[in-house]
């Protein structure tokens, strides 16, 4: 049974950094398609928008990341230790939102579209102050 779970978020200024980790256990992590979403408070109510996409990274190593986030934050993974990161600077209050680890079936691409991710974690909070 595959298994995600989340940590490093908190509480932080704007501007400020934070490194989010995902521990994947029962799937080897070097064959499958990774990603972080979130969801800020309140969106789940609208369909469709429950989950905003962040970043991927693909089994081949692949990496996709929203316009949003594109050169403040950075996925990367360390098979060795069946992890994924999602290091995030620079960060802004409408970063503000829980975090979800996502994984793919094998051999995933760096996918924008949670309906390619099969596995999910129960999310950390990141609260950006202003």
């Known amino acids: 049974q595959v298994q995600l779970v989340e940590s490093g978020g908190g509480l932080v200024q704007a501007g400020s950094s934070l490194r989010l980790s995902c521990a994947v256990s029962?799937?080897?992590?070097?064959?499958?398609?990774m990603a972080w979403f979130r969801q800020a408070p309140g969106k789940e109510r609208v369909p469709g928008k429950e989950?905003?996409?962040?970043?991927?990274?693909?089994?081949?190593?692949?990496?996709n990341y929203a316009d949003s986030v594109r050169g403040r934050f950075t996925i990367s993974r360390d098979n060795a230790k069946s992890t994924v990161y999602l290091q995030m600077t620079s960060l802004k209050p409408e970063d503000t939102a829980t975090y979800y680890c996502a994984a793919t079936k094998d051999w995933g691409i760096a996918s924008v579209t949670s309906n390619n991710y099969f596995f999910w974690g129960q999310g950390t909070q990141v609260t950006v102050s202003s």
């Open positions: 989950r905003e996409f962040v970043a991927a990274h693909g089994w081949t190593g692949d990496t």
């Open positions: 029962g799937r080897t992590l070097s064959s499958v398609g």
